[in-house]
Every structure is written in C-alpha cells, then in structure tokens.
C-alpha cells in the first residue's frame, strides 16, 4: 500500500463513519477514497454485521467480501457508545471532526447522548449526517430501511418486466448505492457551503427517496397525468416508444434502444413495419413494432445483429452476462477493476472509485481495516496516554 492516497481532494478533512450495511459505508467509502481521513467506529469483538454476513456467502479465507467492497482507504476504532467512557471518547473525536456519518435506525444516537442536538454546541462546524429507510419523522421510522423492502414500497419493483409476470426486483442494491451516492454529495455541499458560513449543518438521506430519485423519469410522466401499462411484449418500458426493448436472438438476447424508425426501417427492410415508420418515433404503436420484430430478432444470433445494426445507426447492444461484460473491450477500458493483497483474504480484486480528476485517480492506498486496528493509534492522538488505552480495554470500551 502507498504511503498516501494518491487522490487528496479531501486531505485535512476528518469524517467519523458510525455506519453499518451498505449505503452508509458506501457512501464514507466515496468520501475516503477522495482522500478524507476517514476513522469507522465499530463495537468491539467483530461482531459488526458487515464482517460476518457476506452475499453468496463469499468470505475470502474468512474475510468478508461485503466488508471488503466498502471499506477501503479508512481507518478503525472499536468503540462501545453503550459505555460512559466510550461516548466520551466518542465526543473527544467528535470535538475535532468535519463529518459525522450515521444510519442506525433513528432515536438510536438521541439515546446515546450523540444527535446533531447534543454535538452543535461541542462542534458548531460538525456536519452530521443521519441516513435511514424512512426519515426521522416518518410514520415507519421503526421499520428496517433494506433494499428490496424500499425497492417494494418504492414502485420500483413495479415497473420492470412484462405485463402478466411478477414484480422483478432490480439484481442489485440500487437504492443504496444510489443513496450512498446522494449521500457523498451532500456532505460535499455542506463542505462547501461551511467555507462560505463557518457552520456545520445535518443532512437526511432517506432510502424512500433515494428509490424514488431513481425513477425520476417515469415518475414525472406518472405524476402528470401519463398512461402507463407493462408491456407482454419485448419493450422494457412502460415510457418510451417502439422498438425500445430486449430481444431474444438465435443464442441470446440484444437490446434495442431508441432508433428512429425510419432508420430501422432502411436496415430491416420489413415490409410490415413501413407503414409504421412514417414518423420518427411511433409510441402509439410501439406494441405492434415489438410484435413484428420478435420473429425476426430470433433468426440471428446477438454478434451477428450487433455487427449488421450498429454500423447502420441502429442504437443496439448484447445483453451481456458478467464473463462477457469484463471481457468487453469498453469495460477494460474503464479501467474500474483494481488488485490489492490482503494480509488474510489474500488478491483481492475491487472495484475503484468511478471518476476521473486531472488531479489524479483514486486508488486503494488503505485497505479495509482489521477491527479496532486503528484503535491505539486515533486514541493516543487524541491524548490518551498508553496506560490509559490499556484501561480502556480491560473495561471492554475499546
């Protein structure tokens, strides 16, 4: 690992992560990866769920995969809130800090003496951040705040596949990596707006909205009056015209996104659809030119339909599985996928930060951290003396 991120956006600014799941450490993991010095604050013992639950129950010679996707370039405290002295500690930390993230379900840091209330006064440039489901005033701010539940909820599940067939949830936590995302942009306004102010502020980032953002577009057309209805055909929307869909080929499938039909046309050369093609774009009839389409799709495979289409204009591209996907040229390209060695979980490979700055990329210069490794290291640097990190251990504060 290098010395120092290579990425320093944010150098000299101190985020402490009380955060758990995936939006939040998420959302600190953009944050950090800019350069923040970010500390996460975890109860002692490894029993933080991150650490011990693990999607396709992948754990890489007993490390987390789902720990190691979201805490990279931080470093860590163990810390029991419970205890008087840890929520001591805890304010000593917070006295010098410029963010403080959290998404435990809401009243939890009212209880421990740590809301936005309680720490303005001790640090009136503290911008503190509260993520959950629902909100604070929600009527189900008790209720647990996870993906499919809000994708449920949302109308998000709704929208996707064809008309007769379930609900389809999207295949990965779109909510809360959309919500991590809102969550890193709103703290680098809050740091903004703090250059302007002098003060902090607190930011509320909810999943609910999140999942609604997401659906921007069809929302804004439902909100005003649109029909809307599935479609039992290939289109995979309920919004935009003809032929915008996925297709099955002779080995496959291929999208089909907004051509001008006119265009399609010209390519095709299918009688049945030129009347339909007078016009540009045809939402009336988008069924029927899904319909006529279908059979036709299916007499080449995808390779053959992506090398015919694309270079007459027609906006189409294979539906690719994940072997296919980081074989595709575009994708290496993108250069997202980085290698790092792990002391226990040994080549781990993640995906990088997303964006590009001409001040540099940002790269894993700190990797996800052991729990409490950190934990001598930020106390004593806040003035605890070794014999009194000691005493904190033996009392199971630390």
């Known amino acids: 690992m290098k010395p120092e991120a290579p990425l320093n956006i944010l150098h000299g600014i101190r985020i402490l992560s009380f955060t758990q799941f995936l939006l939040g450490p998420a959302g600190v993991q953009y944050l950090a990866d800019l350069g923040a010095d970010v500390i996460k604050i975890e109860p002692p013992g490894g029993t933080l769920f991150e650490r011990n639950w693990a999607g396709c129950d992948l754990f890489l010679n007993g490390v987390s995969a789902f720990y190691l996707c979201a805490h990279r370039n931080q470093r860590n405290l163990t810390l029991n809130l419970k205890h008087p002295e840890g929520q001591a500690v805890a304010k000593r930390l917070i006295a010098g800090a410029d963010v403080l993230v959290q998404n435990f379900r809401p009243g939890v840091m009212d209880r421990l003496g740590l809301s936005y209330e309680d720490l ?3 640090n009136p440039r503290l911008i503190f951040v509260s993520a959950s489901g629902y909100g604070e005033r929600s009527t189900y701010r008790d209720r647990p705040g996870q993906d499919l539940l809000i994708q449920a909820m949302s109308g998000l599940a709704h929208i996707s596949g064809r008309a007769g067939d379930p609900p389809t949830a999207v295949g990965a936590p779109a909510v809360d990596q959309h919500g991590a995302a809102l969550l ?15 003060r902090g502020q607190k930011i509320e980032v909810t999943m609910v909205r999140a999942a609604l953002d997401l659906q921007l577009e069809v929302v804004t057309y439902y909100l005003n009056g649109a029909r809307m209805q599935k479609s039992p055909t290939s289109l995979a929307s309920m919004i935009h015209p003809g032929p915008y869909g996925i ?7 291929l999208a089909l996104s907004m051509s001008p039909l006119p265009v399609l046309q010209d390519a095709l050369q299918l009688p049945e659809l030129a009347p339909l093609a007078t016009e540009r774009f045809n939402h009336p009839a988008r069924e029927k030119i899904a319909r006529i389409l279908e059979p036709v799709i299916r007499t080449r495979t995808t390779g053959e339909w992506v090398d015919y289409l694309v270079p007459r204009g027609i906006w189409a591209a294979p539906v690719q599985e994940y072997d296919a996907v980081f074989a ?13 060695e792990h002391p226990m979980a040994g080549t781990v490979r993640l995906l990088r930060f997303p964006l590009d700055f001409s001040a540099g990329r940002a790269e894993c210069w700190r990797l996800p951290p052991a729990s ?13 003396a070794e014999v009194e990190v000691q005493r904190l251990r033996e009392l199971g504060v630390v």
């Open 372 to 384: 409490g490794e950190h934990t001598t290291e930020i106390l004593q640097a806040l003035g605890y």
């Open 328 to 340: 595709d040229p575009a994708v290496k390209e993108a250069e997202m996928v980085e290698e790092v």
């Open 184 to 198: 890193a942009m709103g703290v680098l306004a809050a740091l903004f707006d703090r250059t302007r102010t002098g």
């Open 120 to 122: 303005a006064p001790l």
């Open 247 to 253: 297709y099955q080929t002779k080995d496959g499938y």
